[in-house]
């Protein structure tokens, strides 16, 4: 594995007395792909969070790139966002905006480019996502995954060096989620970021991971590669891969 790009230290995090984060530690290497694992309410969407510093740790430490993200004020964060793509869990697509719009507001919002080069990298990224000629259309025009589509390309137009993803393939029938699954694998390769992927769907899980880590009551109960997670013995990690859910 190469140096950790994201690092979670001792990280804990409770929400009006109910804990969701219990002393997680967790590294993602440089290049590599970390599916983040578990069911329904276990905290991987929380985790997410703490990376972009939306939710600051209550203890612990989050790193991105060697810095220390719960030190930084609103100002020092929006360096680390630009190095952070992030997909969330309904693209989050903002629907007065065409296409065109909502893929190119980092762009305007942080670059001083002009337009041509704003248009540009529009289309580069969408044909990143395997998208043409949408730029004209209102996200209620788009299918589920042309929304998803839409909203990857909008996290990759300022080239992070990490993208995370928030339940990528929810809501999407089996074809539709096997497209996004080759988008982040092939973004991956292509790009050579650093991916972390939270997911309740195990087919998704070991289409897209290096490893696997498994969130469960806070804490990571299993990290591993693929493989690895496919022969475990954990308790927890075996019934919910068996599909008999987990305490």
Do not use: C
């Amino acid at each position: 594995m190469n140096g950790p790009f994201i690092r979670y230290v001792d990280l804990h995090k409770s929400f009006d007395g109910k804990v969701v984060l219990r002393g997680l530690d967790l590294e993602v290497g440089a290049g590599e792909t970390v599916v983040v694992l578990g069911g329904s309410g276990s905290g991987k969407s929380v985790l997410l969070r703490h990376t972009m510093g939306l939710h600051m740790p209550d203890e612990g430490e989050v790193w991105v790139d060697g810095v220390e993200v719960t030190r930084l004020d609103e100002d020092e964060l929006l360096d680390v966002r630009k190095k952070v793509g992030m997909l969330f869990q309904a693209g989050a697509l903002f629907d007065s905006m065409t296409v065109y719009g909502n893929v190119s507001f980092a762009l305007h919002e942080h670059t001083d480019w002009d337009e041509p080069r704003v248009a540009e990298r529009v289309r580069e990224v969408l044909g990143l996502v395997e998208l043409q000629d949408v730029e004209d259309l209102m996200p209620s025009d788009l299918s589920g995954g042309m929304k998803k589509r839409v909203a990857l390309a909008r996290a990759i137009a300022l080239a992070p060096r990490a993208i995370l993803y928030d339940e990528p393939t929810t809501g999407l029938d089996p074809i539709t989620a096997n497209t996004i699954n080759h988008l982040i694998r092939s973004l991956q390769g292509r790009l050579g970021v650093t991916s972390i992927v939270v997911t309740h769907d195990i087919q998704s899980a070991f289409a897209v991971g290096d490893r696997i880590a498994f969130l469960s009551d806070g804490e990571i109960r299993f990290h591993g590669s693929v493989e690895q997670a496919k022969r475990t013995d954990e308790p927890l990690l075996r019934r919910f891969l068996d599909g008999g859910g987990y305490a």
